[in-house]
């Protein structure tokens, strides 16, 4: 059998995009492991959904660590790939629960070279909040909504705004919403058209999509 | 043993509350009798979710009978108690899709002597639409608000209005808003406070809900 | 693009609607910001799903706060804006433990300034214990019905009682009935007229759809 | 390898129970296999869930076969074993909707010489109904309760009545107890102590538990 | 309004049934009152699902009081009331990991005076083992049939044995069986005719379903 | 109370989005005020979700009408607005059963001047078929994947190719995958970064999506 | 960018393996299409869930056509490549409703050149039926288990033999049991070890299963 | 009545299939006991999911007991009746985070005498890393292969390679995959044709799936 077979394995370093290391099922050890690795290769260590125990473990070991609490990621080095674009992008959220999603999202854009800026608190209960501010977010050319309980955010800024627009429905609520369902088919139902949507509490992912439209504009 | 009880049962005709007959799961011959049970007493008939078949045989048989298609209801004679008061509801709704509910809900108001008033096609995506009959919605006293995919009406009207509001899912959509569970989950998730959630498609009670209401206030 | 807006932002506070604080998901440090900001405008604080090590915090920072355990609330000052009504809601549960999203609900109405009676251990289980209180329960105006495993307590007394009803199921159980679904599912189906249902747990947001139909009708 | 094996393969027929013939998902030609195979041994056909075509198929076959369109049951032959027993069964029921799981339940029994009594439209929301009937439905030794949409007749006779209640989920319904699983739900996690249930729409198997019971007293 | 009714209160004493009190959701103040007030009246305490922290501090009150670590039960004073009968209960179950479900059922018929049997670890990957106990458990004249997994053992049971049978799944396995509702759901599937079900976990359900049909054939 | 607000409502015209008409729950005769309501505005007519029956109807009523069979599609007149850009979108799928996605989407995006591609049958089971054409989708800005069953096409194309790239899951497929929920999960769970996903089926929302990025390229 | 690749394309071919076409979702027109294309290759047309309409449109094309009606399978030709092994298949199932899925098994084993032999109606609610056949299904080299409602069948055979087992749940059922997911999940579940599970009823997956097997034994 | 049955009941002992101890619901004490009687008919014992805490109590107990932390499994003594055979089995996993259930499928083969190797991070979002060691992979007799998130990579084997493939989902994601319900769905919904699946995590399981094929081939 025959599987001769030559992929074009530098593209993805051209690229600039940055394998996270998903930090919640490895042990410390693991992460350890695979930090000297990527480290090994000059590359910017990202650690996502990783908690305070594990992070203060790699915090002793790597002078060059930071770690963000709020958004339980760890990043190692620099980033020398950075993209260089002047489209910038807006994450919009709900309320001061969706943070953690939200400053995920946001440290993934910032290590890859990307402007982006926060719009926290505008959920649609009090609908000024959102329109107050639309003007400003209508600067940006690539628009993240983070929203919990039943995510109707997603299809008001929809509504309203035209840019693309990547929704993460975001997994803070109880009884029904406990898990961020209810906001994930909420977002895929919204009667606004073309919303994409990303898996729940997936900051990361969705500033990946937006990393991939804004290099797809540039 | 000794069961011996005394209800007051005359407080349900006093009221002027109807018992609605549902025609989904009944045979022509069951609506039939029930009908005759019904009228023997002087009552009024209404049926609701009964299809063109069952009501055409209805219709052949009494002369004081309507059928709504669009509501997919049929009322037989006229409702002898109906309630006096000068409080009104506002039924509004996001798409010509939630007509039946609407509908429904309309009939089982009015049967019972209320004045209501539609609202249709203000869903949320387009805010406009909602926004320029805000000043004339606010002189109701009871708001059913019906809406099916992602049920953000409800949440919106929640935040800019303060009357009682009932939501009614409505099984429009498809995907994950098939079945209207995902416009259920959405608005007993609301962010707004105070939203009461029927069952989905229950116009009817949606209407006994916002009685109850008129009822205590009048 | 033109998106001037004029909203009436006071109609909020003339209301005397206290926007609660939902401190499951929040820090300790996040609550304490919230909280100082609502007191900097001689607001009362109102914070739910609070555990006794967050509580314990803001107890010691806070000497006008009172933590109530059992409810998972606590209060930093007094509401000045009490509404004045003779109209009085009831609360009705099936057992004791359904305590906590009872004196949730309680204390909702109370901070609003609205008169309140618990009826508890009413259970359906033992039909006598309701039956024994009716006359004395239907003396109030709005009836809240909270309950867990079937939640059949709503169907009951909706069937004998003529007022607004607001069913609020609670996660009390195990097996199919744990979290509270099933109590959900059963209050939504209600064979009942006009049971409007909140989401599980959800003792403040039955206050609010309570404060709602008391504003309406006082 | 050794499956020598003696079972006491007699033992179903001298306990006169009869093995029930699904008709579903069955052709019209399976069914008449079937059929000719049971009288073949002087047994009884007992169909159920055939619908009319099928049903008529076979009444023009056999001259001495019963068709129970309300029940989709259908009956060729008599059953040579009837069970001799002055124990009797209640079948209760909340609405008209249930029949044919009740005429199931009720023609299951009788083909096995069980007497048995249907007490029809017995449901919670008026309970007078049902309190009127109850001491006469107290002289039955086993019961079995029907119920759709909440199903919380079956807590309710639960708490008054101290017989073996087997409970009866029925699909009828619609939004979130469409297909009977909040009936099903409900009755598992009633609180009245000792309801057993049975599959959703399953009279013929709550007959059969009704058997086991009856035969265990005799 | 005319609510007069007059119960036969005291029928529920006579017949010797026992209010258990569900311990998994109430304080360690909450039981000993509602102990006390039990134990005010002579009747015997009946605590399920009690962890041990609670348990220890009760049996430190009450010098008379038994825990049963297993069974997760707390038993305080003695059952005045028993019954007498010489009929008995087989409890048949899997595993040994469905013990604790097993216990709670013996405990629970053993306080009303009623002899049962247990039969553990007879489940039907290994069929031997069922069979060789199959005279034996015949003996008996109720069966309640503990499993977890995939639940199989009720149906190979009920194809195998004639009496009242009582089937209680097991929130033991994981993946798609973690919680019992493969096992709830495949003893209502049973193609075992006449298996009455009780909700996950629910020994003490199980007994009292028991109870009620030895009470109807004593 | 003040509701002035002065939203800029030509904003949608000129950027040339058309507000699709979802076919599927309206009558023919709401079809027909709709379309005239739109034709008045020299607007062009897009019905998605559309039968034959209904299509056929429009069809003798409007010359310039054509229906789209396969793509369940319907449209009348010319689009006067259409985008002018160079840059295009793939739409790939894995087999022919994915067709009416995908042509509604290849529709939804011609109606608006986007020059789009079909790659059909590159299914994952056989990964040559989609190596063979990986270098020609390279050359399009925008990719759609449809794909039913396991949907682990979108996984393979995102982590080949670095364009945005939308995800439209497929209801086809039977047993656990017969609504299309599996492959939704499956591209929500992509451990390809990146991915956004839409509701199932819908391929004019994907197409929105891939508007609003094309529109933001250009 | 380089994506030169060297598959063997050839393999499939000489290890004999027939793509299936699935006719569920496929127009009549695409049938064809697709059959002439297999055709011109001097390859077999197997086509599975295929109803009636469409395969007599093919019956008429293609002389050498046979349809299977109870299998819902269509086959074209001949297959030219057969495996020839002396190892065979034993398809067991638990009742005549499984037969639709036992036969496209059966089937997809035969035109691949494979002995099969059926084993019906040996469920377990009827052990001994199944006992008396054990020696003689113990004579096969890889056993395929169809079952619907609670699919104990896999669990009983699993315990009893040790050669490979393919479960196959079939949506045989009504209530909980009604689309074949209680099967799936009981098999999943099994107590007897080593037990792998196909799609509901994917008979034509579980032949390929086996397929894998013989082939790798061969 | 007559059971007399005579199973062969040493068969299982003479095949060498160990008869796992299922740790993670069981006591201390409980596994002490099975080991202790395991260990007395001079068998080997095999203990899986157990948590440290149970497996050093059994380490001091036991001499010749080994702790397989990552893998949760414990084993004492020696296995005297090793399978002999040539035939291998490759286990492919698509990241570190699968490796508990890698390895649990690895001890439950080697401590039957099976040859195995492990495949790690071949995930398909790179394909080239699987595609890189396809031609050693294709050397094994059996493929086990276990995924997380989607589980495409089920898929994409079975797409490649022709032995016989035992999929395992693993619980590993968040959000819509937080469970491996998704990757068990994805792979049951496979389009390439012949994947068998076990229970989430079920490593263990495919192990034993292996084996009875292992030993119908050798």
Known sequence: MNFDIKFDFQRRDRLGIIEAIWGQDKSIDQLKRLSESVLSKNEVVFITRINSEKANYLLDLYCNA???EQANCLIIGENPNKIKTNKKVAIISGGSSDLPVTLEAKLALEIHGLNCQSFIDVGVAGLHRLINQLEEINKYHVLIVCAGMEGALATVVGGLL???IIAVPVSVGYGVSKNGKTAL???LSSCSPG???MN???????????LRIIKSIS
């Not at 729940?200 to 937006?210: E, K, L, R, S, V």
């Open 195 to 197: 919303i994409a949507v």
């Open 200 to 210: 729940i509490d997936n900051g990361y992912g969705a500033a990946m999509a937006a």
């Open 185 to 187: 088919y909420s977002m």
């Open 162 to 164: 035209s840019q693309p």
């Open 66 to 68: 930071r770690f963000y």
